[in-house]
């Protein structure tokens, strides 16, 4: 196990990166940050010079990988970070230098055991696209496919562990402040973070989400996902079909080709909300580098390390937000978000119902280049806190999608109006899976599997596992030891103190001596 020494050391290099940048002045300024934290950041930022405008997304990309990793992902909690550096941090570049193409082949070697001329007949040593945890290569197959190749940084997985360790230590003691450091819930936050970064970390699992939503979106026309070569993917390694065609981002180049921008941007929003809401799976890193169209207009889709998932009874409470903020509807919806136990039952739905009717109604039909479906989920989450409604990652995740695809929708066609293309499709998706006969064939099914158990086993069942509602079941968390609850804390703690000071005096002769 990690000493603490070792974490106060992590932190407080890290936090000197964050101060040269500005990025420390919102946790000083926030009057909800915990005092030590505080003390923290003044220690760390000794010596700096900070900017009039912080750079959340330099300060990120200057401290390494798993940092820009790790600010994509509060990129999605403007209600941690605040909308600034939310905004920012929407800029990071997931960019590095790449590794050189010997390394690259060595690896490719190593990981299946045998020689690269085995797998293909050739690879582009150019990489086209090289980020914090892989790099690309273009290369064709020995039965002469075209493919690209997706294969980890060198060391990558053990250097991710080190810093995800010290993030889990960091958010421990955060949340053990209480208040609202404790309702922003960062334990859960990081675990989320790890999550996702080791799925990205294992290829085998990034090639089965491909899989999966090429399975999911089958019958949507006009959208696909790249076949994958098993065969050419392991852990450390996947090949995917090379993909020809125009990045989304590339406004002049689609129309050079006569593509029809209006009808691309409503396709876009459409295979979103299938995704989201039909198959409950979702690629949730839809930002322009990751979308191409092919010459027959077909929008295809790349890089699925993050995706987000919602269960079915929280796919329905979401199609009825969507729809209730559609129509007007704000009583009802307002009752699902207390079904779903997003709101403690101590509250007033009737209140809260005004406070959602506040955000919506200055935003309904109006068209994006106004007003945003990002600015309506922005004002949703300002009233969470005066209604003590707890963070839910896997709503933040969908709103950070929803904002990209918003974002690119938007400059496909300046025109659209999002809440027209969305209501349709919600409404017909409401009218399948909870209209009469919706409601009918799930009674029915729903009545003949309770008659083949025993009542009293099913009272005893339901006794015991209660039902929670919309939010899914957080998932374990880690335990880590706080410093003062270590036993002989009350001597120990000191020392710690002691070595933090110590610390920020090295890091601070370091930075005099020209080190930093």
């Known amino acids: 196990m990690t000493r603490p020494a070792t974490h106060i050391w992590r932190l407080l290099r890290w936090g ?15 009057p909800n940050t915990p005092t030590p934290v505080k003390r923290l950041a003044r220690v760390a930022r000794i010596g700096t010079i900070q900017p009039r405008e912080p750079d959340y997304a330099t300060a990120f990309q200057d401290i390494g990988p798993a940092a820009i990793k790790l600010g994509q ?51 582009d040593p150019e990489p086209v696209g090289s980020a914090s945890i892989a790099q690309v290569h273009r290369a064709v197959t020995t039965d002469g496919r075209q493919v690209a190749i997706k294969v980890l940084r060198p060391g990558i997985r053990e250097r991710f562990a080190d810093d995800i360790a010290t993030y889990e230590w960091a958010a421990a003691h955060l949340e053990a402040f209480g208040g609202e450091a404790a309702r922003l819930r960062p334990r859960l936050t990081i675990a989320n973070f790890k999550r996702w970064t080791n799925s990205e970390l294992d290829l085998r699992r990034e090639a089965a989400s491909a899989s999966e939503l090429a399975e999911a979106m089958k019958g949507f026309a006009g959208y696909c996902v790249p076949s994958v070569d098993w065969d050419r993917t392991n852990g450390r390694v996947m090949t995917i079909e090379w993909i020809d065609g125009v990045k989304i981002s590339d406004r002049a180049a689609l129309i050079a080709a006569g593509h029809d921008l209006p009808e691309l941007a409503r396709r876009l929003v459409l295979a979103f909300l299938q995704q989201a809401i039909s198959a409950g799976f979702f690629h949730a890193d839809m930002h ?5 169209v092919r010459g027959d207009g077909t929008i295809v889709a790349i890089d699925f390390g993050i995706m987000g998932r919602i269960d079915r009874r929280a796919r329905q409470w979401l199609a009825e937000i969507l729809y209730g903020l559609i129509t007007g509807n704000y009583r009802r919806v307002a009752e699902i978000h207390f079904e779903a136990q997003y709101v403690p039952s101590y509250h007033s739905v009737a209140e809260f119902a005004t406070a959602l009717r506040a955000v919506g109604e200055p935003m309904r039909g109006r068209p994006v280049s106004e007003l945003s ?17 707890q963070t839910q990652p896997h709503l933040l995740l969908l709103q950070k999608t929803m904002v990209m695809v918003e974002g ?13 293309v969305s209501a349709p499709f919600v409404r017909e998706w409401i009218r399948d899976e909870l209209g009469p006969e919706a409601a009918l ?15 009293e086993l099913v009272r005893r069942i339901e006794d015991r596992y209660p039902a ?19 036993k002989g804390s009350d001597r120990r703690w000191p020392g710690y103190l002691a070595a933090a000071v110590a610390g920020a005096g090295i890091v601070a002769a370091a930075f005099a001596a020209g080190l930093f």
């Not at 322009?288 to 191409?292: D, M, P, V």
């Not at 309506?376 to 003590?388: K, Q, V, Y």
């Open 73 to 123: 992902s509060l990129a999605t909690r403007p209600d941690l970070v605040g909308d600034a550096a939310t905004h920012n941090l929407m800029l990071l570049q997931d960019s590095l230098p790449p590794v050189a193409f010997a390394e690259i082949e060595a690896e490719i070697a190593r990981s299946f055991d045998r020689p690269v001329t085995d797998l293909f007949a050739s690879i």
């Open 16 to 30: 000197r990166a964050l101060a040269r940048h500005g990025a420390l002045r919102g946790i000083e300024n926030d």
């Open 441 to 455: 064939a799930n009674r029915l099914r729903t009545d003949f599997e309770t008659l083949l158990r025993l009542p």
């Open 288 to 292: 322009q580098g990751n979308l191409f």
């Open 373 to 389: 479906v990002g600015q309506m989920l922005d004002g949703l989450f300002a009233i969470t806190r005066d209604f003590d409604m």
């Open 408 to 420: 690119l929708a938007t400059s496909l066609d300046p025109k659209i109006n999002m809440w027209d």
């Open 468 to 486: 929670r509602g919309g939010a899914p079941d957080p998932q374990p968390l880690p335990v880590i030891p706080l410093m003062w609850e270590r």
